[in-house]
Every structure is written in structure tokens, then in C-alpha cells.
């Protein structure tokens, strides 16, 4: 697959009888460990042992201790979960989670070695406002304070205003902010390998095309993702494409 990332978010879907169909699917017919899978954390035992990597959609920023619901770095690595999502737009929109939060998560999933997916994306009011590098450079800035090891980190690049939308930026904007990002983060890290991936109503139909926009190193897939055949088309499309 040219390397490329394929990460889905199932969020929170599926009840366990819809497993007994999505599972003998994916579990078939994906062989190839650049495909993510993130379940909701109930499930992801069932999820592990695959050819394909497991993600969880949360994690917290302390190792063990009274922190009643919350699922640590240290738990999440000891169970062979290998990658995380961190700062997921809904995250920071219905759970309040603030940059300084999302720093943390980084800093104490990075000494677990876990692979962190770290989300940005700007609201349509800020793009409007033409307020997008900004608002993005932001919080790389605040997501990566005192950080000092990037080979685990990728950015995913999630415009709030395309999530679940069916509305995505022209494959220009794309390159262009994605380009911006991989500059920001140069500028503050002096790390030039950071990969970006794009997500935002990405689909069986707009993959082959998003996949290939120069420096993207794959996309995060949200709704397009739950449905076994729709998704197993996707990454048959990009591997091909
Ligand atoms: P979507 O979600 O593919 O349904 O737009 C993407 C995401 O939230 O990561």
C-alpha cells in the first residue's frame, strides 16, 4: 500500500451482534498491518491478534491510580494496542478537552511507545475568518510542548467543518495546509519526517484520490469505515490507486 496509513474511528457504533458480522470480514480479508483499526474500547479485545493494528479513540495522561473510567497509556501498551488517538475534535468539543490536556496525553502515551495520532482541524468560523495556519499552528505548538521524541507522532489533519459532512477541500487546500503542518512542525521540532494524514468524509469513492495528494501519508475514516464492505473496498482502493 505505498506505506500509506488507513485508520478508522469507529467512535461510538456497533453494539456487540453488529461485531458478529463486521469482525469475520475485516478480520479475512485485511492483511496488512498500515490498516488501523479503532474500536470502541469495550470491544478492542476482540479486535487484537489481527494483521491489521488496533488504536484506541482516548487514553489518559496518568499511569495508574483513582481515575474512575479513564484507561492509561501503560494499560492501553501492556494489552498490544499500538496506537492512539489524541485530541479527536469530538474530544475537544463535547469532553472540554483543552490543549493542555492533549499535551499530556502525548507526553505520557510517548513513554509507552505507543503511536500517537494527534488531531487538528479548524472550525468553518475560523476558516471563514481565514484564521486556519493559526488556529492549526496553535496546537501543534501546544500539543507538542516539551516533547522531544517524534518518531511515534502523526498528525492528522481533520477539518472540523468535513467531519461526517460529505464535504471535503479541494485536493489543493489539502496539500497546502498539509504542507503547512509538516513546516510548523519543522520550525518548532526541527523534525522533518512528520507524517500527516488527512480525515474528513473520506470514502470508498474520494480515497484513491485523497490518498494520492502529495505529502499525505494516509487518511482517518470515520463513518465510511463502519460499514465491513464499504471499508474493505477503501483499502482495496488504496492499495491499488
Ligand atoms: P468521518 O469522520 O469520516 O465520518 O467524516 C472522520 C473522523 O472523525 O475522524
Known amino acids: 500500500m505505498k506505506d500509506k496509513l488507513i485508520v478508522a474511528n469507529l467512535k461510538m457504533n456497533m453494539i456487540i451482534n453488529d461485531l458478529t458480522d463486521y469482525l469475520p470480514k475485516i478480520n479475512k480479508f485485511i492483511n496488512n498491518d498500515n490498516v488501523v483499526i479503532c474500536p470502541t474500547s469495550l470491544y478492542i479485545p476482540y479486535f487484537l491478534k489481527q494483521k491489521y493494528k488496533v488504536g484506541i479513540q482516548n487514553i489518559f495522561y496518568k499511569s495508574s491510580g483513582a481515575y474512575t473510567g479513564e484507561i492509561s497509556p501503560k494499560q492501553a501498551a501492556s494489552m498490544g494496542i499500538e496506537y492512539v488517538l489524541i485530541g479527536h475534535s469530538e474530544r475537544r468539543t463535547y469532553f472540554n478537552e483543552i490543549d493542555s490536556d492533549i499535551n499530556k496525553k502525548v507526553y505520557e502515551s510517548s513513554k ?130
Open 112 to 241: 509507552y511507545n505507543l503511536k500517537i495520532i494527534l488531531c487538528i482541524g479548524e472550525t468553518l468560523e475560523q476558516r471563514n475568518m481565514l484564521r486556519t495556519t493559526k488556529v492549526l499552528k496553535k496546537q501543534i505548538n501546544l500539543a507538542l510542548k516539551n516533547i522531544s521524541n517524534f518518531d511515534n507522532i502523526i498528525i492528522a489533519y481533520e477539518p472540523i467543518w468535513s467531519i461526517g459532512t460529505n464535504i471535503v477541500p479541494t485536493n489543493n487546500d489539502i496539500e497546502k495546509t498539509v504542507s503547512y503542518i509538516k513546516q510548523v512542525v519543522k520550525e518548532l521540532t526541527n523534525y522533518s519526517n512528520i507524517k500527516v494524514l488527512y480525515g474528513g468524509s473520506v470514502n470508498e469513492t474520494n480515497i484513491g484520490n485523497i490518498i494520492n495528494i502529495n505529502g499525505v501519508s494516509g487518511v482517518l475514516v470515520g463513518g465510511a469505515s463502519l460499514d465491513a464492505d464499504r471499508f474493505l473496498k477503501m483499502i482495496e482502493v488504496a492499495v491499488q490507486g
